[in-house]
């Protein structure tokens, strides 16, 4: 015979089972899966330290990075059909003219930078070498200096950009041309993080990279007057002056690059394998106490707020992200 208390007692049970079953079912999904992200070179140190921050945050998210020229990754998405979920690039320019509106929707600019010209204490003339002569110790026989490659990777054509800079700022007519023939085209390299094992081990004297890069590998560098540097903003009237050509979309085709300063954009690509977890990592990423902090503390100035050039663009920014940034061109 059942009591009424025995009753009591199984319905509660019954109760808090149902109860329970409808708890977890309402539970938020524990992010998990791989992360595709394909970005610049030169944000390789960052992001791996973000990397970190983020699956010890969420262990069941494996983060699967590939770093290159940014010209180069972005042409893995739209030639080859690489899958991807996230896209960084250290031009934000190179989204917004291949990838957009075909295979992203938004790029948000959150980070600057600016060239620098690298070397280590056994490079020639090192002890000499300074923001007044580098231009003369670069045209000496026998310095070996190079720079990535223009088509492949933005640091490469901005590399450029600053020696034609140099030619109108210091006037002196055929200096671009003076210091390129004392550049082989064997010192040209696919990314410009290559160029960092060539200053280390000896095998180049003078490389060109960006501060944030210099400073993350502890490199010596000559910084720039800030009319030749692509690092301020304010002065992209002048370096709008410098033009440089590289391959288009399709062979046989150019593409001209404008001087301007140097800007990263970052989006997620359309078909993203994994959008959810691609828009939890680039809300951690782009918030001023997570990845923009990682930036800083690495040499690279962001945005704070980051940036998109429209309000339109921010309409169609993913909810968890609209809050980190501002309508700017």
């Not at 075909?102 to 070397?119: E, G, I, K, P």
Request: some cysteine; aromatic content about 10%; hydrophobic content about 40%.
């Amino acid at each position: 015979m059942v009591t009424t208390q025995s009753k009591i007692i199984l319905k509660t049970i019954v109760f808090m089972f149902a109860l329970s079953i409808i708890t977890v079912s309402n539970a938020p999904a524990e992010p998990k899966g791989k992360l595709i992200i394909f970005h610049a070179g030169s944000l390789t140190v960052p992001l791996a330290k973000m990397e970190k921050t983020f699956e010890h945050q969420y262990p069941q998210v494996d983060i699967l990075r590939e770093a290159g020229g940014s010209t180069k990754m972005a042409r893995l998405i739209s030639e080859v059909g690489k899958p991807v979920d996230i896209m960084a690039s250290a031009d934000f320019a190179v989204i917004d003219k291949s990838l957009i509106p075909s295979f992203a929707t938004w790029n948000v600019r959150f980070a600057s930078n600016q060239l620098v010209l690298c070397y280590t204490n056994e490079s020639k003339y090192a002890s000499n070498i300074n923001d007044k002569n580098w231009i003369d110790i670069l045209a000496r026989k026998g310095v070996i200096w190079g720079h990535s490659d223009p088509n492949l990777d933005p640091c490469g054509y901005r590399s450029l950009m600053v020696l034609q800079l140099a030619e109108k700022f210091y006037k002196k007519p055929g200096l671009y041309e003076q210091l390129l023939s004392n550049r082989p085209q064997k010192n040209i390299r696919p990314k410009s993080v290559e160029l960092v094992s060539l200053l280390k081990t000896g095998n180049m004297d003078y490389a060109w990279e960006y501060l944030s890069v210099a400073v993350q590998h502890e490199l010596k560098y000559v910084q720039l007057d800030d009319h030749i540097n692509l690092g301020n903003y304010q002065l992209d009237q002048f370096y709008a002056q410098a033009e440089v050509s590289v391959t288009g979309k399709k062979p046989g085709t150019w593409m001209k690059r404008i001087g301007k300063s140097c800007t990263y954009g970052i989006t997620i690509i359309k078909d993203a394998p994994n959008r959810d977890v691609a828009e939890l990592f680039l809300e951690y990423m782009l918030n001023p106490e997570g990845g923009l902090k990682t930036l800083k503390q690495m040499g690279q100035p962001p945005f704070i707020p980051c940036r998109v050039p429209t309000q339109s663009m921010k309409q169609s920014l993913p909810e968890r992200l609209k809050k980190y940034v501002d309508v700017k061109k």
